[in-house]
T-cell receptor, first 116, second 112 residues
Framework: AQSVTQLGSHVSVSEGALVLLRCNYS??????LFWYVQYPNQGLQLLLK??????LVKGINGFEAEFKKSETSFHLTKPSAHMSDAAEYFC??????????????FGKGTKLSVKP | DTAVSQTPKYLVTQMGNDKSIKCEQN?????MYWYKQDSKKFLKIMFS???????INETVPNRFSPKSPDKAHLNLHINSLELGDSAVYFC???????????FGEGSRLTVL
């Protein structure tokens, strides 16, 4: 069975500082991994995804994530935080249920706050 | 053009009532989903349909009944609403192979 653990329900950084949001996964099959962002009162938007190609994945808005099989991790980073990055971030692993990759199992989310 | 649209955006209703949420996607995807997000922002899949066929039905009470008239639409009907049903319900769609989910903006259900 697949699962995702996001360390830290709330992360606060200063504008311009490094953003690091942690995600560890458990999967019995090679995983597909995703990071989604949710702005207040909106749906989730895909930031980036890992689907067994390059281990360093670049996404939108300057975010990237590195797949590390030995550490079962898929941490999200951004070199310099912007006020507009304040949102809830979700890591997800594909459940692969019934052959479909779309059954995503989500972590509990990490709220990112950015201080001026 | 909205890719995944759901209506209504807000529902406020009394316990015991029945309500429906509608979802439509214009992305040509063959798989659609309902997810529930609780007050702590936890997201959990409820149902998944592929080409109008139910393929995932998680442990959801029988009071919840999805219906897919065609592959572009997936509706959710809830009978005998309970306080614990208060949540944001998200519709999503995906291409079966890529797995990337496209979400609607959510329908916030409040049961009084």
């Amino acid at each position: 069975a697949q699962s995702v653990t996001q360390l830290g329900s709330h992360v606060s950084v200063s504008e311009g500082a490094l953003v690091l949001l942690r995600c560890n996964y458990s999967s019995s099959v090679p995983p597909y991994l995703f990071w989604y962002v949710q702005y207040p009162n909106q749906g989730l938007q895909l930031l980036l995804k890992y689907t067994s190609a390059a281990t360093l994945v670049k996404g939108i808005n300057g975010f990237e994530a590195e797949f590390k099989k030995s550490e079962t991790s898929f941490h999200l980073t951004k070199p310099s935080a912007h006020m507009s990055d304040a949102a809830e971030y979700f890591c997800a692993v594909s459940g692969g249920y019934g052959g479909s990759q779309g059954n995503l199992i989500f972590g509990k989310g990490t709220k990112l706050s950015v201080k001026p | 053009d909205t890719a995944v649209s759901q209506t209504p955006k807000y529902l406020v209703t009394q316990m015991g009532n029945d309500k429906s949420i509608k979802c439509e996607q214009n992305l040509g995807h063959d798989t659609m989903y309902w997810y529930k997000q609780d007050s702590k922002k936890f997201l959990k899949i409820m149902f998944s349909y592929n080409n109008k066929e139910l393929i995932i039905n998680e442990t959801v009470p029988n009071r919840f009944s999805p219906k897919s008239p065609d592959k572009a639409h997936l509706n959710l009907h809830i009978n005998s609403l309970e306080l614990g049903d208060s949540a944001v319900y998200f519709c999503a769609s995906s291409h079966r192979e890529t797995g990337e989910l496209f979400f609607g903006e959510g329908s916030r259900l409040t049961v009084l």
